[in-house]
């Protein structure tokens, strides 16, 4: 039987226009944005770790309305880029938290966590930080939904899923889409013990959260914690994501010294320590590198 392939593309993947519905501080590198509203009806959720790239108004709400319709493609990019500074919106990318439908009662809502480092006050906050930081109910932003790096045809009910922050969203997402029987562990490391947000998971899935002091590399306790870690039985899928070497050492790691099928490992580097915001052409990259 080949083996499941690594992404699961979205049911849609055109520009999807929402608003701000309300904003939370959950803690104190965590702030809630609950979208909703606008076009809403026409996201698709999937579970595990859905992710999209969201365009957000820094320029004022005229930028949005000249987002080409492939902006996350390469022409489409190209057009995005032509926008001029100044009106262009800024394009991130992010994992669902949770996603609501509608009810009698109100409309669908989509929660996304920021992480948040910086003041948006005092300008040492990052373009994304600063927006959920100050944005307001009845803004607009636009998405377009990328589907899953968490192909659940790789395997749901054994898991090991491992992330620094950044990767906390994902990880929820997972645990929340499990079968009640799954089991497993989850090694999250965070800046706080204030940040290690609960979240529901199997009963038999165990979460273990790992507070980073300031002078550590982020990352690099989560990735002892997986070497040190006595895994489940084989097959599992094993799930990183984070900080790109905890990505790919976690990766190689599993397939080199573990013996894990590198086609039951997904693992996605978000970031990079000591780089600015990921260059556009590869936001949200899945780390190919082979051990």
């Known amino acids: ?8 593309k979205p049911e849609t993947a055109g520009l999807v226009h ?6 939370a501080q959950l803690s104190p590198h965590w702030i809630r944005v609950t979208l909703g509203g606008g076009e809403i009806e026409r996201f698709r959720p999937l579970g595990y770790d859905q992710w999209f790239r969201i365009f957000l108004p820094l320029g004022g709400d005229e930028g949005l309305e000249r987002i080409p319709a492939k902006a996350n493609k390469l022409f489409g990019y190209l057009k995005y880029l032509r926008i001029p500074d100044g009106v262009r919106p800024v394009m991130r990318n992010y994992t669902v938290r949770a996603f609501r439908p509608a009810t009698a009662a109100a409309g669908a809502e989509l929660d996304v966590d920021f992480v948040v480092h910086g003041s948006a006050e005092d300008g040492t906050a990052g373009p994304a930080s600063r927006w959920a930081q100050s944005c307001h109910a009845g803004e607009s932003v ?36 499990l079968p009640a029987d799954a ?9 706080s013990a204030d940040d290690a947000l609960d979240f529901a998971h199997p009963a ?42 905890l990505a790919t050492d976690g990766r190689r790691h599993l397939v080199g010294e573990r013996g894990v099928s590198k086609d039951h490992v997904s693992f996605i580097g978000y970031w990079r320590v000591g780089a600015a915001s990921p260059a556009p052409k590869s936001q949200r990259v899945a780390a190919e590198a082979h051990p």
Not at 1 to 8: G, T
Not at 230 to 238: G, T
């Open 1 to 8: 039987m080949a083996p499941a392939p690594r992404l699961v």
């Open 18 to 23: 929402l608003t701000v519905l309300r904003t």
């Open 142 to 177: 636009v998405v377009i939904d990328e589907g899953l790096s968490f192909n659940p045809d790789r395997g749901t009910d054994r898991v090991v899923l491992v992330s620094d922050e950044t990767g906390l969203p994902a990880v929820a997402g997972i645990c929340a889409s």
């Open 183 to 191: 089991s497993g562990l989850a090694i999250v490391e965070v800046p």
């Open 204 to 245: 038999a899935v165990s979460v273990r959260f790992i507070v980073r002091e300031d002078a550590v590399k982020p990352g690099t306790l989560a990735l002892q914690a997986l070497r040190d870690a006595e895994l489940p039985a084989s097959p599992f899928h094993a799930y990183i994501a984070g900080e790109q070497a």
